[in-house]
């Protein structure tokens, strides 16, 4: 045998010693992400990929997680969430990990940051532990080319926003997010929204939307979202969906209809939830938009003219008694304020006694900076039928808090948890393998990511192991920091971010980037 065949021999007899896989998860109870029947199997894990899906009792592997009893499943897809602040402060992300969550999606509600690309390097330069994406923001793109203006964009401005909409889905954003409730989006027509939206379907993306109104107007703002992916020509998403003030329960009946008859005559249209009572948003969402135009200072100024704060207090009042409010300034508590942190945790009605008090306190609070807010004003009928929507995936509208600061949602900690425990296990709205492909499946192939959200040999091993008996979110409105349970092992890109419970300081998350980058 010469030298170089022996040099050869050798190597291959290297390369034979090395274990065949990285991880090993041994004999779970597989739910796919597709929706399928779960079934009893292993999983191989090499790098950052699945390698394998079958028996693997004899092969080779570096680690073994014994998952007898446990379900694996793909890493769930947050399509709606606010971490753009807390990956940077809180880059663990520990409240996701602990839920399951393997991948989030920032820059929702119109609201994004500017460029997108730097943003994205920024981050990148950086070690986080979850996939982290970005829509671009509608609102964002309207406050640099026309500011907060109460009107109509002229033709220069639009072609503007068309221009940043397009360099930002090159520079990777998956989309273009809508925050028609919020300024300035509010200013803008249906038909700018389609005209920026066309440029946006042109490079593959999708819309996502906080509709107009998700109170009275619900069916006029669901058939708005539709109209914008119809004409706009790409898929359209109701983000969050909801039904907000007592005299609108029940609202859901027809705007799911609406969903099914668009999607029925080839309209793309789904919809995004969180499972909980109350919605969450700044203090400003008790304000008419008109009021807000020009930014504070012009805010400010028309409120030293009696006839405009008396109509900006009878709107206040309005929305506590009929809308956000959900009849009662109780039901809205801060969450967070800057300006006073011993706010936190206190309800509007805990501040002042009667309409009028009210609403100036509310004044008040927002001259300040305002504050961010809990509003308990759902109905748990509504939030079923809307998760029980074949369409519906599930999403947060959560970030990553500081973990004891302040009294925010306990969506934070518990959006996915929630869903597995209270309406897969005990209220049975969803069977186990449908709430996974809501959480998984289903966003994945929403955002393109046709590499994750499935389990199958060649996806990315964003894995998460748990136990469906016990898994369930713990935190409340009163006690939100509270993690979730259940959730045994979490692997991202193949690297264990969560052994037996136990955060391990691994980041494996990564940048991605949407179709046109």
């Known amino acids: ?66 998952a007898r009893g446990l379900v694996a499943a793909p890493g769930f897809i947050d399509i709606h969430s606010h ?14 990990i602990r839920q399951g969550v393997t991948t989030i999606l920032e820059g929702n509600d119109g609201s994004s940051p500017l460029p997108v690309g730097a943003y994205l390097d920024k981050l990148g330069a950086t070690k986080f532990g979850v996939n982290f994406g970005l829509f671009v923001g509608h609102g964002s793109l309207r406050r640099e080319a026309v500011g907060l203006d109460n009107r109509k ?67 006029e703002s669901v058939r708005e979202t539709i109209r914008i992916g119809e004409e706009g020509g790409l898929p359209t998403q109701v983000s969050h969906h909801k039904i907000i003030g007592k005299d609108n329960w029940g609202l859901s009946k027809e705007t799911l209809r609406l969903v099914a008859e668009a999607r029925a005559r080839g309209v793309d249209v789904t919809v995004d939830q969180y499972a909980y009572t109350a919605s969450s948003t700044g203090t400003g ?41 959900g009849g009662d300034p109780k039901n809205v508590v801060l969450a967070s304020c800057g300006f006073d942190r011993s706010l936190a945790g206190k309800s509007l009605g805990d501040l002042a006694t009667g309409a009028d008090a009210v609403a100036e306190k509310a004044i008040e609070i927002q001259l300040k900076g305002g504050c961010s807010a809990v509003y308990h ?29 302040d009294v925010p949602h306990p969506r934070n900690y518990g959006a996915f948890a929630r ?65 979730a349970v259940g959730v045994k092992h979490v692997l991202v890109n193949g690297r264990a971010a969560l052994l037996d419970g136990a955060m391990t300081g691994e980041m494996g998350g990564r940048v991605l980037y949407g179709p046109a980058k």
């Not at 109905?379 to 004891?404: C, K, Q």
């Not at 192939?445 to 964003?462: E, I, V």
């Open 1 to 66: 045998m010469n030298r170089r065949a022996v040099l050869l021999f050798g190597l291959s007899v290297a390369a034979w010693a090395q274990p065949a896989y990285d991880v090993v998860i041994e004999r779970a109870r597989i739910v796919d992400g597709a929706g399928n029947p779960w079934f009893t199997s292993d999983i191989g894990v090499r790098g950052d990929t699945i390698a394998a899906i079958g028996d693997l009792s004899k092969a080779t592997a570096k680690s073994r997680l014994d």
């Open 83 to 96: 971490g753009g602040r807390g990956i940077f402060a809180h880059p663990a992300a520990e409240n996701l």
């Open 153 to 219: 964009a002229t033709d220069e401005e639009l072609a503007k926003m068309r221009a940043l909409a397009a360099e930002a889905m090159r520079q990777g954003a998956f989309g273009l997010s809508t925050g028609l409730f919020y300024v300035p989006g509010n200013y803008a027509p249906t038909e700018e929204v389609i005209a920026i939206a066309k440029v946006v379907g042109e490079l593959g993306g999708m819309h996502i939307s906080h509709m107009r109104d998700e109170a009275a107007g619900s069916l």
């Open 285 to 325: 969402a008790l304000f008419p938009q008109w009021s807000m135009a020009g930014g504070p200072k012009a805010f400010a100024e028309r409120l030293q003219a009696p006839e405009q704060r008396a109509k900006i207090k009878a709107a206040i009042t309005d929305a506590i008694l009929v809308g956000r409010g």
């Open 377 to 405: 004003a759902i109905r748990e009928d509504d939030i079923e039928r809307i998760l029980a929507f074949p369409y519906t995936m599930v999403a947060s509208d959560g970030g990553i808090p500081a973990f004891g600061v």
């Open 419 to 483: 869903v597995l425990g209270r309406y897969v296990r005990e209220r049975k709205v969803l069977s186990l393998e449908e709430a996974v492909r809501r959480m998984a499946g289903f966003p994945a192939q929403r955002l393109k990511l046709y590499d994750r959200g499935l389990l199958r040999p060649g996806m990315k091993a964003d894995i998460v192991v748990f136990d469906a008996a016990t898994i369930a979110d713990r935190a409340d409105f009163t006690s939100p920091h509270q993690y």
